[in-house]
C-alpha cells in the first residue's frame, strides 16, 4: 500500500480540466506533495463545478478533457513520482436528463435493467404499492407550469420526451399509442388508407399495443428501438407525416391562457412512470431517497452488488492500472450498510489506501474499518479549537446573548432546527420510515395498537435527540458502543414525549434487534430492513439540522461552526489536543489531516483570525458595540444576530491586498444571502424573503462603502487589520501542527498562501498558480544563499503570504526527509515551563533515539503588542526540558545543542519551530 506523504486537493471544473492539472503538477512536487487528491472526475451533469452530481461513473467527465488529456496528465503525475488520491461518489448520482440509467428507469418503470439502481420505494422488499417515481424539479406548482406552457412535448431521433427547459424526461412506450392514434383521422384522408407509409404507421400501432407484459431487459429495449426507428424513417421520408406529427405535438402543448387546450398533455404525463412535481413537494411526498435533501441527487443501491460492481468498474479499472493509489469514500453514513461496502471495495481494489467522509463528534471514535482513517474533519477541529480561548467562555456568552438581545442554549437550538428539518425538509422520509414500522408492529401483538401517527412522532423525536451522524447496526448484530447510543437516546426520548412510552420501548426493542423467538425469518428480515433504513436518515438530519441550519444561527464565535464541530465547546484544551493525536497514533497512523476542505465553511485563515478574537473578549465588546451604533442607520431590517455575524465575517474574511476590497462587497453579500437562507429564520430556500435579503445586501453594501461609512471604516479597519495581524501567527502555527502530528497533511487547493474564502462556491474560485509557482521557486533560491535575510523579509512583507508558502514548503521538505518518524513515530506531549507555558503547544515524535519536535505558539495578544512579532525575548523564561542531544531546525537551519531549550532560542527568528534530533 502507498501511504501518502502528503496530499493536495484539486477541485476539477470546466474551467479546470486535466490539462491544467498537469500544468501544476510539477510545482505540487518541488512544494513537497506526495499525491494529488482529486475531486470527482467521472461523468457528472454539464457544467458540473463540483463532480459531485455524477451521471455515469464508468466514464471519465469529458468536460475535464479528452481520454488522452488524461492520460497525458497520469503521465505527468507519474513521472513526477506523485500518486494519485481520488475522491469517488458511492451514495447518490444525479437526477438528471444525462443520468441514462435513470432515464432508462422512467422510460421503462418496472421492465427497465437498472431499476434496482436507484433507492426507489419499488425496491424495498416490503413496498406495497409501485407509485410513480416523484419528480420534484419544477420552479412552480405543476399546474402553472402546465398552463403558461413551461412543460412541453418534444419529438426527435431518441422519442418522444416532456421537456421543462433544460430538463428532458422520456415517455414509456404505452403514450406513444395515445400521440399517434390522436387526430389519425385527418391523416388518413391526406395519405390515404392504402398509402404504405400510412400502413407502415397503422402497423406501428399495433406493434406498440401488442408488446407482450412478459418482454423485458434488453429485448424490451431492442423491441422499442426498432419502433422509434421506424417512426423516426417515417417522420424524415414523408412530409405528411413530418407535419401530422408536429401538428400534434403544437396541439399537445397548448395554448397559453385556455387551460382546457392542456388536457391531453396532462393527460400524458399522468400516465407516466414518473410524476413531475413542484420542487417544494420533495420534502412531504419523497419516495425515493436522496442526497441530504437535495432533490437533484438520487441515492444508488450500492449495496446490489452489480450495481457496485457496474459503478466501481472504472474505478478498479484505474486501481489495477495503478493510475488511482488511493480512494476517498465521499459520505460513507449515506450508504445502507458501509461495513460491507468497505469490505467489498477492499476485495475488488486490493490493498489500496482508504480513507472515508466521516463526521465524528468531539468523543465519538471511528468504527473499527479495515481502512487507514477519515478525509481530516476530527483533525480540523482539534486543532481549530485549541487556539480558541476556553477561559473566556462566560464572557462571550455575555457578549453575545447581550448584543442579540437574548440567551441561546445550543442543544435546544439544535433540537429545534432537527425538528425544523424534519418538518419541512424530510416530512416524507420520516413518513416512509413510520409506515415501514406500522407494517412491523402490525404484526406483534404488544405493539398492534400503535398508530401511524404515534410512530412517526416516537421516530422523529429519537433522530431529533441522536448526538452522533449514525450507528453502525448490522444484519450479524450491534455493538456495545451503539447500543449505550440508542438506550441513552430513548431514554431521554421518554422524558421529553411521556405519552409515547410504549411506542418508544417497541422501537428501542426494534432498533436492538432483540427478536423474540415466535417472529418468523422474513419478519426478523424486517426488523434488520427497517433499522438499516433508518439509520440513512439521522446522518442527513444531522447535516441539515446542525451544519447547515443552527450553524448559522448560533452565532457566539462562527470560528468554531465548522464541519463536524460542536460550538458549544468554547474550545480544545493542549491535554484534549494531544490525547486526541495520540489515538490518532495508535489507532489511524495515516488518517488525512485537513484544515480547509471543499466543504468547510470558511477558509482556514478566517477561522485562525477569528480565534483571536476568543483572546480579547472585553475589546472585540467595545469594538462591535461601537460598530453597531454607528451603522444603525443603515441596519434596517437586519436582526441583530445576523448583524453580529456579519461583524465577524467582515473582521475574518476582509482582503489583505487592496484590489481584491472591491469584489469583496459581492462575495460577502452572496456570502450573507447563502447564509441567512440556511439559518430559516427570516427567510430560506423554501420561502426567500426578498425584502429581508435585500435589507441584509443593502447593509453590506452600505457598512463597506467608505462614502456612506467612512467613521465606522476608520474604527473597523485598524481592529481588524490588527486580529489579521495575530491570526497569521495562528495560521503559522495551525500548519506546523498539521504537518508534524499523527497523520497526512492534506493541503486545499490555494491554501500555502493566505485562504480566506467564505463557504462554496466561494472557495471554487480559480488558483493563482503562476504566482504560487513563482513564489516558491524565488523561495527556493534564496534559501540556498541566506535563509536567515530571507525569513526577514517574509516577517516584513507577511500579509502576502510567502512566508505561510515558505514554512509548508520547508516543512513538508523535513517531513519526506524523515518520514518514518513523522508516520510511524510515536506522539509524546511536551510540558512546557515557565512564565508563557500557556502560550505554547509542544510535542515530539520518537522513534528509537531519533526525536522532531513541534513548538507552536498560540494566544499571543497578551504577549506580544501588534506590529511585534512572537521571536526572541517575549518568551522570557519559557522551556522545555529535552533530552540532552545536538537539534537542527530546519525552517532556520540553525543548531541548538542543549537539554533545556528556552523558547527565546527555538524561536530566535521564526514564529514556530521544527526541531530535529541529529
Not at 439540522?545 to 484544551?573: K, M, Q
Request: aromatic share 12%.
Amino acid at each position: 500500500m502507498r501511504i501518502p506523504k502528503a496530499t493536495y486537493r484539486i477541485q476539477f471544473t470546466p474551467q479546470f480540466g486535466f490539462d491544467d492539472a498537469r500544468a501544476i503538477a510539477s510545482y505540487l512536487a518541488d512544494l513537497g506533495i506526495s499525491d494529488l487528491y482529486a475531486s470527482p472526475i467521472f461523468k457528472a451533469r454539464t457544467g458540473s463545478t463540483h463532480g459531485y452530481d455524477v451521471v455515469d461513473a464508468s466514464q471519465l467527465n469529458p468536460q475535464l478533457g479528452t481520454r488522452e488529456n488524461f492520460q497525458a496528465l497520469v503521465a505527468e503525475v507519474q513521472s513526477l513520482g506523485l500518486g494519485w488520491l481520488q475522491d469517488i461518489v458511492p451514495n447518490h448520482m444525479a437526477y438528471s436528463s444525462e443520468n441514462l440509467y435513470l432515464m432508462d428507469v422512467l422510460e421503462h418503470g418496472p421492465d427497465s435493467s437498472y431499476t434496482d439502481y436507484f433507492d426507489l420505494c419499488w425496491n424495498s422488499p416490503f413496498a406495497n404499492s409501485q407509485e410513480r417515481i416523484l419528480a420534484p424539479l419544477l420552479g412552480d406548482f405543476y399546474g402553472e407550469a402546465l398552463e403558461k406552457g413551461d412543460i412541453q412535448l418534444q419529438y426527435e431521433q431518441n422519442g418522444l420526451t416532456v421537456n421543462y427547459y433544460s430538463l428532458k424526461l422520456p415517455l414509456r412506450l404505452e403514450s406513444y399509442t395515445k400521440f399517434i392514434s390522436y387526430n389519425l383521422g385527418k391523416l388518413t384522408r391526406t395519405l390515404g388508407r392504402n398509402h404504405p407509409d400510412f400502413i407502415k404507421l397503422l402497423g406501428i400501432l399495433y406493434i406498440l399495443k401488442s408488446v407482450p407484459s412478459e418482454v423485458t431487459g434488453k429485448q424490451r429495449q431492442d423491441q422499442i428501438a426498432f419502433i422509434k426507428g421506424l417512426i423516426w424513417e417515417l417522420y424524415n421520408n414523408n412530409e405528411h407525416i413530418h407535419d401530422f406529427i408536429e401538428e400534434n405535438l403544437k396541439t399537445f402543448n397548448g395554448e397559453s391562457g385556455n387551460s382546457e387546450s392542456f388536457n391531453l398533455l396532462d393527460d400524458l404525463l399522468n400516465d407516466q412512470f414518473y410524476r413531475l412535481a413542484f420542487w417544494k413537494v420533495g420534502a412531504e411526498e419523497m419516495n425515493y431517497r436522496r442526497f441530504f435533501t437535495v432533490n437533484e441527487l438520487i441515492s444508488v443501491k450500492v449495496e446490489e452488488l452489480r450495481v457496485f460492481n457496474n459503478t466501481h468498474s472504472l474505478i478498479h479499472e484505474l486501481v489495477e492500472a495503478g493510475v488511482f493509489t488511493g480512494l476517498r469514500i465521499d459520505h460513507i453514513d449515506g450508504l445502507y450498510h458501509p461495513t460491507q461496502y468497505l469490505e467489498r471495495l477492499q476485495e475488488k481494489m486490493g490493498d489500496v489506501y482508504i480513507t472515508v467522509e466521516k463526521i465524528l463528534e468531539l468523543t465519538e471514535y471511528l468504527p473499527d474499518w479495515h481502512i487507514q482513517g477519515t478525509s481530516g474533519y476530527d483533525f480540523l477541529n482539534y486543532v481549530n479549537g485549541v487556539f480558541c480561548q476556553t477561559k473566556n467562555q462566560a464572557a462571550f456568552d455575555k457578549i453575545y446573548h447581550s448584543f442579540i438581545g437574548a440567551r441561546v442554549d445550543y442543544a435546544s437550538l439544535v433540537r429545534e432546527k432537527k425538528r425544523l428539518i424534519i418538518e419541512k425538509n424530510l416530512a416524507g422520509d420520516v413518513d416512509n420510515l413510520a409506515n415501514l414500522l406500522k407494517n412491523i408492529s402490525s404484526k406483534y401483538r404488544y405493539a398492534n395498537d400503535f398508530t401511524l401517527n404515534g410512530l412517526k412522532r416516537a421516530i422523529a423525536e429519537v433522530i431529533t435527540l441522536f448526538p452522533i451522524y449514525r450507528t453502525y447496526i448490522t444484519p450479524d448484530g450491534i455493538s456495545d458502543t451503539d447500543k449505550t447510543c440508542i438506550q441513552t437516546v430513548i431514554n431521554t426520548a421518554k422524558k421529553q414525549v411521556p405519552l409515547l412510552q410504549y411506542e418508544m420501548k417497541f422501537l428501542e426493542k426494534v432498533l436492538l434487534l432483540e427478536f423474540d423467538d415466535s417472529l418468523t425469518q422474513t419478519e426478523r428480515e424486517q426488523w434488520i430492513y427497517f433499522v438499516l433504513r433508518m439509520q440513512q436518515y439521522t446522518g442527513p438530519l444531522m447535516a441539515k439540522g446542525v451544519e447547515d441550519t443552527t450553524l448559522y444561527v448560533y452565532n457566539r464565535l462562527i470560528s468554531l461552526n465548522e464541519v463536524g464541530g460542536n460550538p458549544s465547546h468554547f474550545g480544545i484544551t493542549i491535554d484534549q489536543f494531544h490525547h486526541f493525536n495520540q489515538q490518532h497514533q495508535t489507532k489511524w497512523p495515516h488518517t488525512m489531516n485537513a484544515t480547509a476542505t471543499h466543504d468547510t465553511k470558511r477558509g482556514e485563515d478566517v477561522r485562525a483570525r477569528l480565534n483571536v478574537l476568543s483572546e480579547i473578549p472585553q475589546e472585540w465588546e467595545q469594538q462591535v458595540n461601537n460598530w453597531s451604533e454607528l451603522n444603525q442607520a443603515h441596519r434596517g431590517l437586519v436582526d441583530r444576530n445576523d448583524e453580529y455575524f456579519l461583524y465577524q465575517t467582515l473582521v475574518g474574511a476582509f482582503p489583505f491586498a487592496e484590489h481584491e476590497q472591491a469584489a469583496f462587497v459581492q462575495r460577502v453579500q452572496e456570502y450573507l444571502i447563502k447564509s441567512i437562507r440556511e439559518a430559516k429564520v427570516h427567510t430560506a430556500w423554501l420561502r426567500p424573503d426578498n425584502e429581508y435579503e435585500e435589507a441584509c445586501t443593502s447593509f453590506i453594501q452600505k457598512v463597506l462603502d467608505p462614502n456612506i461609512s467612512k467613521q465606522f471604516l476608520e474604527t473597523f479597519r485598524p481592529f481588524q487589520q490588527k486580529i489579521a495581524e495575530y491570526g497569521i501567527y495562528n495560521s503559522l502555527s495551525q500548519t506546523l501542527l498539521k504537518i508534524a502530528a499523527p497523520g497526512v497533511p492534506d493541503f486545499y487547493q490555494g491554501t500555502e498562501l493566505w485562504e480566506l474564502s467564505l463557504v462554496d462556491p466561494d472557495n471554487r474560485r480559480p488558483v493563482d498558480f503562476e504566482s504560487r509557482r513563482g513564489y516558491l521557486s524565488s523561495i527556493q533560491e534564496q534559501i540556498k544563499t541566506d535563509i536567515l535575510s530571507l525569513i526577514q523579509e517574509l516577517l516584513t512583507n507577511k500579509t502576502d503570504g510567502r512566508i505561510k508558502l515558505f514554512l509548508t514548503y520547508q516543512t513538508l521538505k523535513a517531513r519526506n526527509q524523515h518520514l518514518s518518524l513523522f508516520q510511524d513515530g510515536e506522539y509524546k506531549p511536551i510540558p512546557v515551563h515557565g512564565t508563557q507555558a500557556n502560550h505554547i503547544i509542544a510535542f515530539a515524535r520518537q522513534q528509537g533515539e531519533k526525536i522532531a519536535i513541534a513548538i507552536a505558539p498560540r494566544f499571543l495578544t497578551t504577549l506580544v503588542p501588534p506590529g511585534q512579532p512572537p521571536i526572541g525575548e517575549v518568551w522570557q523564561d519559557t522551556h522545555l526540558q529535552l533530552p540532552a542531544k545536538t537539534w537542527y531546525n530546519p525552517l532556520t537551519q540553525q543548531t541548538l545543542t542543549t537539554d533545556n531549550l528556552p523558547i527565546s532560542q527555538a524561536l530566535s527568528h521564526f514564529p514556530v519551530a521544527l526541531l530535529i534530533s541529529e
